[in-house]
């Protein structure tokens, strides 16, 4: 049963790292106006430079990937799992989590749980 856990996780970890990302970094030569770049240069000369999304464009953690839908599967393999009687720490080696990790995750599912 464990390795059967350890099994779908590590499928849904394959799933998720096929190689996509959503870092990009544009020649600004090609997007700014020259005046403009002109201007940004007396400040960073030939260095890179992060600009923010506006707020209003900015997405919430996990939005883009299935990194969210990921976790919450995994965390309630894990929950399922204490329930069928394993150990905190042996969920901790399986997962490559801390058992204090492991022992929140129940925790909060568990409280979840009783909200219901």
């Known amino acids: ?11 849904l970890l394959k799933f ?6 959503n870092v990009s970094y544009k020649n600004a ?3 700014i ?4 770049l002109r201007d ?5 000369d ?3 430079v992060y600009i923010p999304k506006l707020e209003s464009k900015k997405k919430k953690w996990g939005e883009n990937t299935q990194s969210k839908e990921m976790i919450k599967v995994r965390n309630n393999e894990i929950y399922h799992q204490h ?3 394993t150990s905190t720490r042996d969920l901790a ?5 801390s058992q204090k990790t492991i022992q929140k995750i129940i925790a909060n599912i568990r409280r979840m749980e009783d909200c219901t």
């Open 1 to 11: 049963m464990v390795q059967s856990v350890t099994n779908s996780f590590c499928l």
């Open 16 to 21: 998720y790292f096929k190689g996509e990302t």
């Open 29 to 31: 030569v090609e997007i």
């Open 33 to 36: 106006p020259e005046a403009l």
């Open 40 to 44: 940004l240069q007396r400040y960073v």
């Open 46 to 48: 030939g260095e890179y």
């Open 83 to 85: 329930l069928l009687g």
């Open 93 to 97: 080696e399986i997962y490559f989590l």
